[in-house]
């Protein structure tokens, strides 16, 4: 592990950090290893597109339809705070998660630590270089967890990539301890089956829960065989975080064959992912609920026992949803909006061509009480602005917005930028802000655009894989009573109760 501090320590030789099993991650200065993106977010190369496609991007530019190349624009109510470029972590930017007055960051070859509070000048901490993609990472108490879903050579943080058949390749979970935001040091390492594309923590005050998810798009990977069709829990003692522990894998999609249940996906359902895991689960501890995003499957759980998340509902969408990614409630648990990750986050899917629907949030309602509850749909919702045919763009990351009595959520949607947005009406979402830059290239698909776009104590934080971090305010009457909510901490696949 490679830790990098603000540029008054940069570079400077921090000795060794411990972690679980013996394992000795030394803090060196060598030059990072390469990160590899994951089957399911983002390309490893930029994607050609077709002379025809590059001409229509320039018209459409030069039109005024679509803003010029790194143009930034934005509704009348959002202002842009502050961006933080990209320092010494080249990977791809990815998800977001808070703590007090810090900004935990993301990135496919490490994580980056901001003080935020100064919102309008966030200042670097420190920035660890860990590679292993995708690197979503999330906080509770003093400790930092840190997905790893590309096949590494051993699980320090000096691994570099090697081929997943090799039997000594390692992919899974990494404890950090953040007691010393400054100094970030590695405790502990979970093997988990299929690595950990994302992870979602259940906390509770002697231990923290961990929900894995992951799934098999390539079959050639030894331990991601289907039938793959349910999640690692992870147990960590939060005054033994060493001692944290793979406790079961809860089979999501029961069924019979060699696949298992869940979405067969093509031929069966032409454009839909087969169900081989999950991409992201959300939980409302408070309401002792789940929704998971299951590549061609939406579920509601009961998490009453955590050790035992128990299905209560799964819906299906063939004709619009291609990849189930993930998962937002409102605040009274009667409301779930599942993203559509149509492309896998590399494709222009905001154009006319693709249309309002597919690639887009779907909105369901939750229905009856106690495990008889259904999940009903309603509507879909899709940015509003047709994004130019060299932009990926799709349905991505967001959060609630804390307003009581309204359902108001913030989104990212790579380089369709940040939208704002209101499904208080289930049937009838409408945008009320947004904010994004033009594309990154007239000529091919480069990856960027935000990741994740999140509402944390009165700011709109955003995590752009290419452009750094970025910060928004909103200025609008109807996001106003937000600004009255505190939190300690957000992990948004951690949904608080924002008015207990």
């Known amino acids: 592990m490679i830790l990098l501090n603000d540029p008054r320590t940069r570079r400077r030789r921090l000795g060794v950090a411990a972690a679980a099993g013996g394992l000795l991650a030394a803090l060196l200065t060598a030059a990072p290893a390469a990160a590899i993106p994951d089957p399911g977010d983002t390309p490893a190369k930029p994607k050609e597109v077709s002379k025809s496609a590059q001409a229509e991007a320039r018209e459409a530019i030069q039109s005024g339809d679509i803003p010029a190349q790194d143009e930034i ?31 935990f960051a993301g990135n496919y070859d490490g994580f980056r630590i901001f003080d935020i509070s100064n919102p309008k000048a966030p200042k670097t901490v420190a920035q660890v270089l860990c590679p292993g993609s995708q690197n979503d990472v999330s906080v509770s ?5 840190l997905s790893t879903d590309s096949s590494r050579s051993d699980s320090s943080c000096n691994s570099t990539t090697q081929p997943a058949t090799e039997k000594s390749s ?14 970030p040091k590695y405790v502990a390492a979970v093997e988990t089956a299929c690595g950990s594309h994302t992870h979602t923590l259940v906390p509770e005050r002697r231990n923290v829960y961990v929900y894995v998810s992951s799934y098999s798009p390539n079959a050639a990977y030894p331990d991601c065989q289907p039938p793959h069709d349910g999640i690692s829990i992870i147990k960590v003692p939060r005054h033994a975080p060493e001692k944290a522990a793979v406790i079961d894998f809860p089979v999501l999609f029961p069924g019979e064959g060699p696949d298992g249940g869940g979405n067969p996906g093509a031929p069966t359902n032409p454009g839909v992912s087969k169900t081989t895991g999950c991409h992201d689960i959300t939980v409302l501890p408070s309401k002792d609920l789940a929704a998971g995003a299951c590549m061609g499957d939406g579920i ?16 299906q969408d063939n004709v619009n ?29 905001c154009n006319a061509a693709i249309g309002p629907n597919r690639g887009a949030d779907g909105i369901y309602d939750i229905v009856g009480k106690g495990d008889q509850r259904k999940l009903v749909f309603r509507s879909y919702f899709k940015i509003p602005r047709h994004q130019a045919d060299t932009e990926n763009c799709v349905a991505h990351n967001g959060s609630l917005i804390p307003v009581k009595g309204k359902d108001l959520m913030v989104q990212a949607w790579y380089q369709g930028g940040v939208s704002v947005w209101d499904f208080t009406d289930s049937s009838n979402p409408k945008e009320i802000a947004y904010f994004e830059r033009g594309p ?61």
């Open 300 to 315: 509601l759980m009961s998490i009453e026992d955590p050790e035992r998340p128990k299905i209560i509902d799964q819906v």
């Open 321 to 349: 949803f291609a990849f189930w990614h993930s998962a937002t409630f409102n605040q009274k648990a009667n409301k779930v909006v599942f993203t559509d990750e149509l492309g896998g986050g590399s494709g222009a899917t």
């Open 170 to 183: 390692w992919e899974g979970m990494k404890v950090f301890d953040i007691s010393d935001k400054s100094n």
């Open 141 to 145: 108490g003093n400790l930092l967890f």
């Open 73 to 103: 624009v934005h509704s009348a109510n959002i202002q842009h705070v502050a961006n933080v470029p990209k320092d010494v972590l080249p990977g791809t930017n990815s998800d977001l998660a808070f703590q007090g007055r810090y900004a």
């Open 440 to 500: 990154l290239t007239t000529d091919k698909i480069v990856t960027g655009g935000s990741w994740s776009a999140y509402y944390y104590n009165g700011y709109v934080y955003s995590n752009d894989i290419a452009k750094g971090f970025d910060v928004l305010k909103i200025n609008d009457r109807r996001t106003d009573p937000a600004k009255w909510v505190h939190l300690r901490e957000l992990n948004v696949q951690t949904q608080p109760d924002y008015f207990d």
